[in-house]
């Protein structure tokens, strides 16, 4: 099959463009997603092919428009909701935590909630202390969510099909840095799915576990690692909630090492939440404790230096990995 | 005193070029050995304090006596460049440099005398090495807040497991220094045994990899080792009576099974009958002291493993029977110990469970010698002139022909058949 | 003991020493060392596991009667 050259914010968009076309109950509604193409201009061109039903600009009000796809899942549409970031989702966060995630629970299972909500998140385009948080860890703290984190072309074109078809609440978190990457996807790309974490690249020498934006940082240090052979497993979790266990336990187990790269701030962070499960169930197979990167417990500075010196960096994670293997 | 010649079995110390209180490093040379070829210098392989000479130049010593001991250096400090950094000639004497104490201001000897701190003992962190503040505040801490010694090691949870598959004794183990902890490389390192990633291979894969090598081992030992085979039949009625009446009065676990019986006549005989227990290396037979004894273990699912009971000859039945089951439980279980893969003098196969009345084995290299035991069958037998029915077993010696012959086999099997008729002398 | 708990019994302890093996297919008059492939030290292990379980003293007399299924059956049942 051959492959398309593509950019990571077109893969989403060909994704939004097939659900939009295959399942007429599916519409996207959130803030400048119309008119403007979208903030990250994710959803350029969708509102002249698909029309103003379907995609719907709504007004500066998350909690409003959020409770309207709730509304609207409920009633049976499949509606794609647009947070222009996780920052102002907080916003909306009584209606996310309080119904989308709960309703299903206290109907007693009489009302599901299939709603998905696509929200961008992270750090170092200078977005300042309001505006480059990573509280994907914070959603998945939540029973009743399913939280994904795609970070490659295939799960961008991939995870949002399935997770229409998911009859609960699913958070899509988009990393900012991710959406101008390119490569190529296979012709025949379809929907991915939503459960499982891979390993991106293999090695015995360690282990790191991380996802999202934070994924392209991981494989870099594996790279430099290889240089002084050091080969390590990069797990990319892909769905934060719930957490893929087995796939994290068993690459511990053979590598005895691991090191968890998270943009959340470490304190309470879901680095860890892996770290309390890797030692709840692999305790007899670490060599040395867990270790993990993270941003540094600030908020993030406007300063590009500083921005770069808060957040995980190939360097910093290649460090800990060393110190995990004992060559420092 | 190391060997230092394929044929070097002792050597002299010519000379000591450390003393007690310094510090060495890997690869600093500390004495000359004289051997029957030639004067060699003995190098140092771990950096350390010397603590004590034991052996005085003109002493002769086997190879393998301990010469010197040393303590782990806790900082193995590099040796500062001096300004006449060329090593002078050998084999003069050369005096390692001495650990000069680091540069300190007035100030922080002022502090040091304060807060009661050596200045001996303390790295420096400022520039060139000098000693901070700093530092003389966190080895007042140090001190203050001594570790606790309750005995107790750091060991990671891996090297902890680690040390109790391979049989190593964490007490024996010094921590790596990084953190204090004893960790999986510290254990490798002491049981010889490289970091080889464990990847969960297919059970099929690694039951193909035991039988190759097996298969290799077989294949050489057919054609290196010259067998003769011996075999005679046992009347293990007097034995099974005895220990019948034995099992009467335990309960079951603790019952000794026929094969028990079996194996420590074999270990007996081993030990009694010269030719039989040892290795064959470089050309010639090496008697072992010990008999370890070898037990061909069946893996579920294909493969065979022949791990040793350890001075199978010096113990009880009871102890033998509890090695045993405690031994095959493991070898199922892939969980075996170096020493015990490695150790057996001597190798019983085919404890007579299969069904197969004789077994012609063929020796496991280095070894000279297989005894193989059928299945104990009831056959008609001469007692006491007259026909009658016996548990018999047929025992067969395989042995190396380079070591003993026919009439040293015979012997063995003699011995071996002769301790089943007296089962209380095993 | 009831046959059927004497069965459940013989059927989990053969489990524990073969846990691959499959029970339920073995005849119940085939001899089950054959079958299973047990030595002498996997049998001693069923054995004093079956003695431990039903807390009756089984001699090396008895271990006649435990070559089958169908004779461990009987002989558990009836020692009840």
């Known amino acids: 099959m051959s492959g398309v050259q593509l950019t990571y914010r077109e893969a989403m968009r060909e994704a939004l463009r097939e659900a939009l076309t295959r399942d007429d109950r599916v519409f996207l509604m959130g803030e400048d997603v119309g008119r403007y193409g979208g903030c990250f201009a994710v959803s350029l061109g969708l509102l002249e092919e698909f029309g103003p039903e379907r995609i719907r600009d709504t007004p500066l009000s998350e909690s409003a428009f959020v409770g309207a796809g709730i509304g609207a899942a409920i009633a049976g549409m499949r509606p794609i909701v647009e947070i222009m970031t996780v920052n102002f989702s907080m916003l909306a966060l009584d209606q996310i935590l309080n119904n989308a995630a709960t309703l299903h629970h206290m109907s007693g299972g009489q009302i599901s909630v299939p709603l998905v909500i696509r929200m961008t998140t992270g750090a170092g385009r200078q977005l300042a202390a309001q505006h480059s948080h990573s509280l994907e860890g914070w959603y998945a703290h939540i029973p009743g969510l399913r939280i994904v984190a795609p970070a490659t072309l295939e799960d961008a074109r991939g995870m949002l099909w399935t997770a229409l078809g998911d009859p609960d609440p699913v958070l899509i978190f988009e990393h900012g840095s991710l959406y101008g990457t390119s490569g190529t996807l296979s012709g025949d790309a379809g929907p991915v799915d939503i459960d499982h974490a891979v390993i991106r690249r293999s090695g015995d020498g360690a282990t790191i576990v991380t996802y999202g934006g934070t994924l392209p940082t991981a494989l870099s240090a594996a790279e430099e690692l290889a240089g002084e052979g050091i080969d390590v497993d990069v797990i990319d979790l892909r769905t934060l909630r719930p957490l893929d266990d087995a796939t994290i336990i068993d690459s511990v187990r053979r590598t005895h090492r691991a090191v968890i790269v998270d943009e959340g701030w470490r304190s309470g962070s879901l680095s860890a939440e892996i770290s309390a499960r890797i030692t709840e169930q692999a305790l007899y197979e670490l060599d040395a404790p867990v270790r993990r990167v993270c941003t540094a417990e600030v908020p993030m500075p406007y300063a590009k230096h500083l921005e770069e010196a808060a957040l995980p960096r190939p360097d910093g994670v290649a460090d800990a990995v060393r110190e995990v293997v004992g060559r420092r | 005193m190391p060997s230092l010649g394929a044929d070097m079995d002792q050597g002299t110390v010519v000379e000591w070029l450390v003393r007690p209180g310094d510090t060495v490093h890997k690869g600093d040379i500390m004495a000359v050995v004289d051997t029957t070829k030639a004067a060699v210098e003995v190098e140092c392989f771990t950096a350390g304090v010397v603590q004590e000479l034991l052996v005085e130049p003109g002493r002769t010593v086997p190879v393998g006596t301990v010469l010197a001991t040393l303590a782990p250096a806790e900082s193995a400090a590099e040796p500062e460049p001096t300004a006449q950094a060329v090593p002078e000639p050998r084999p003069a004497t050369q005096k390692p440099a001495a650990r000069k104490p680091a540069a300190a201001g007035p100030q922080v000897r002022k502090l040091a005398a304060e807060l009661g701190v050596d200045l001996a003992t303390v790295r420096g962190s400022g520039k060139a090495g000098a000693i901070t503040r700093a530092d003389i505040q966190q080895a007042a801490e140090r001190k203050s807040k001594p570790v606790p010694t309750s005995g107790r090691t750091k060991v990671s949870p891996y090297a902890r497991r680690l040390a109790d598959e391979l049989g190593v004794d964490l007490a024996t183990i010094t921590p790596g220094g990084r953190d204090g902890a004893v960790h999986a490389a510290d254990i490798r390192a002491t049981a010889g045994r490289p970091e080889t990633p464990r990847r969960p291979q297919p059970k099929r894969d690694r039951v193909e990899a035991m039988r190759a090598t097996t298969a290799g081992l077989m294949a050489r030992s057919k054609r290196e080792i010259p067998h003769y085979y011996l075999t005679t039949s046992v009347d293990m009625f007097i034995a099974l009576e005895w220990s019948h009446k034995r099992n009467r009065e335990l309960p079951v676990p603790d019952r000794i099974l026929p094969a028990a019986l079996l194996l420590k006549a074999t270990a007996l005989a081993a030990k009694a009958v010269p030719g039989f227990n040892g290795h064959w290396i470089d050309d010639r037979f090496e008697s072992a002291s010990t008999v370890h004894l070898g037990i061909a273990v069946a893996m579920r699912g294909g493969g065979l493993a022949a791990p040793a009971i350890l001075d199978a000859s010096e113990l009880d039945l009871t102890t033998l029977m509890a090695r045993l089951r405690d031994l095959v439980k493991r070898a199922r279980a892939g969980r075996l110990r170096r020493t015990e893969m490695t150790s057996a003098t001597i190798t019983v196969t085919n404890l007579g469970d299969l069904g197969v009345d004789t077994v012609h084995g063929v020796i496991y290299p280095p070894q000279v010698a297989l005894v193989g035991f059928g299945k104990v069958l009831e056959r008609p037998w001469a007692v006491d002139g007259l026909l009658g029915v016996r548990p018999i077993v047929t025992a067969t010696l395989s042995a190396d022909h380079r070591v003993t012959d026919g009439h040293s086999g015979a012997r063995f099997l003699d011995v071996l058949s002769g301790r089943l008729r007296e089962p209380e002398t095993l | ?80």
Request: glycine share 4%; aromatic share 4%.
């Open chain 3, 1 to 80: 003991m009831t046959p059927d708990q004497a069965r459940q019994l013989v059927r989990a302890e053969l489990l524990r020493i073969v846990p691959d093996a499959a029970i339920d297919v073995i005849p119940a008059d085939a001899d089950l060392r054959e079958e299973l492939e047990l030595d002498s030290l996997d049998f001693q292990s069923f054995v004093a596991q079956l003695s431990e379980r039903t807390g009756h003293r089984i001699d090396e007399d008895d271990y006649g009667h435990l070559r089958t299924l169908a004779g461990c059956v009987e002989f558990l049942a009836t020692r009840d």
